[in-house]
């Protein structure tokens, strides 16, 4: 190829990808699409949250409908029919007796 040829580019008519600035047009239809995209993920994320809780919801009533009747008895009887209440007093030591201090725990 000779230097005073003109060799094909991409400038000018010849040009297969011409690089144009975005009119105003293209910027607001490609700013609506991306604002409506957005919206429509929050959409779907919200669904999600929705859907999961109400899973949740679900097998926690579930499980405290199927367990009813064991806290029921539970309640009546306790286990090896032994019920603890009442207050303990701890005699103290000589020691503990110098430093004033007297503990009374409640069950």
């Known amino acids: 190829m000779r230097i005073d040829q003109e060799r094909p580019g991409l400038t000018g008519s010849n040009a297969r990808?011409?690089?144009h600035s975005p009119s105003s047009l293209s910027k607001a239809v490609a700013f609506a699409l991306s604002a409506v995209l957005?919206?429509?993920a929050f959409m779907l994320s919200v669904l999600v949250f929705a859907?999961?809780?109400?899973?949740?919801l679900l097998v926690w009533g579930y499980l405290w409908w199927r367990t009813r009747d064991l806290r029921k008895q539970m309640r009546e009887r306790p286990p090896d029919g032994h019920v603890i209440e009442g207050e303990v007093i701890r005699e103290l030591?000589?020691?503990?007796k110098d430093q004033g201090c007297r503990e009374v725990w409640r069950l």
Request: some cysteine; charged content about 10%.
């Open 51 to 56: 859907v999961v809780v109400t899973g949740g």
């Open 38 to 40: 957005l919206a429509m």
């Open 17 to 19: 990808f011409c690089m």
């Open 93 to 96: 030591r000589s020691h503990e």
